[in-house]
Antibody, heavy 123, light 112 residues
């Protein structure tokens, strides 16, 4: 059974930093691109970013609103993905989901999602 | 990059059919079979219900179907049931120089 379990969300002050973790199991983590998607309270889904596999040089891409503040990393030996968040703003308050993106013949979609972890940025 | 455009809400009575549209551009929705759809119940994670624009994952009811024409994708739910009441999101992507994944703003489906 595929499982994605996020952790690390908590209350943090504006300007602070936080690291979220995503523990994966039930699939070949090392060969998968891992994405993060967030959802502000009462709002829609927003793509945060992704990190590709070792075979794709761990390439990263980020959404415009988090670029230069957030960094993605992964530890394939532990089947873990991480989202490092710096210079947090009130508008970063959201539930953060990690998701596996499956691609076939260049067509991609999110087939598995975690349950999410809540980050609250407030003074 | 702007989000994809979806209606904020739709509604229907049990047994009826509804359609949710998702409009993008020739660089995202209009590219090949790049659209996926997700269902999200309150307090839950999104769930994949359509991939590659028209395909259903195993386990998803055949009451869910989808199509795409040009830069607009559509999700149709037939034989509405109370359990279909949820938020629905379309998703596509652009991969020019760097990947950008785009979500629609979401559509709240109310089963009357």
């Amino acid at each position: 059974e595929v499982q994605l379990v996020e952790s690390g969300g908590r209350l943090v002050q504006p300007g602070g930093s936080l690291r979220l973790s995503c523990a994966a199991s039930g699939f070949t983590f090392s060969g998968s691109a891992m994405h993060w998607v967030r959802q502000a309270p009462g709002k829609g889904l927003e793509w945060v970013g992704r990190i590709r596999s070792k075979g794709n040089n761990y390439a990263t891409s980020y959404g415009a609103s988090v670029k230069d503040r957030f960094t993605l990393s992964r530890d394939d030996s532990k089947n873990m993905a991480y989202l490092h968040m710096n210079s947090l703003k009130i508008e970063d308050t959201a539930v953060y989901y990690c998701a596996r993106r499956y691609c076939s013949n260049g067509r991609c979609y999110f087939d598995y999602w975690g349950q999410g972890t809540l980050v609250t940025v407030s003074s | 990059q702007s989000a994809l455009t979806q209606p904020a809400s739709v509604s229907g009575s049990p047994g009826q059919s509804i359609t949710i549209s998702c409009t993008g551009t020739s660089k995202d929705v209009g590219v090949d079979n790049s659209v996926s759809w997700y269902q999200q119940h309150p307090g839950k994670a999104p769930k994949l219900i359509i991939y590659e624009s028209t395909n259903r994952p195993s386990g998803v009811s055949d009451r869910f179907s989808a199509s795409k024409f040009g830069n607009t994708a559509s999700l149709t739910i037939s034989g509405l049931q109370a359990e279909d009441e949820a938020d629905y999101y379309c998703c596509s992507y652009i991969n020019i120089n760097a990947l950008q994944v785009l979500f629609g703003g979401g559509t709240k489906l109310t089963v009357l």
